[in-house]
């Protein structure tokens, strides 16, 4: 059901400092910070041959990432994004299974513009996963 790893998402606790990290020391193509104040998080993506990553620093009060980096202080992995063909088909295949969908488990528009959904980390091995229709 699930196909390319779409990104992981790392909580960075200085975006400057983890772009420059990813660009100058690991030689990678890295974006201009890029703020969504309707998720809460500006983000630096990284571009890799086969993936990307997404750098992710708190934007506004009611960040969604704020406690992770206040209990993580120098950052961490947040979450993986799997790509599937059709989220609803997907969502309802997870939940037949008991897997629980965070929120009111219907998809929301995520930071590509794209239908997401994130399932609950102590289903999936201890991972916060997320799903993008593409
Ligand atoms: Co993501």
Redesign the pocket.
Known sequence: MIGRL??V?IVVPDLDAAARLYRDTLGATVSAPLALPEHGVTTVFVELPNTKI?L?HPLGEASPIAKFLAANPSGGM??V?YEVDDIHAARDRLKAAGARVLGDGEPKT??HGKP?LFLHPKDFCGTLV?L?QV
Do not use: F, P, R
């Open positions: 779409n990104h998402a997404e992710l947040h979450h994004c995520g930071a997401v997320e993008e």
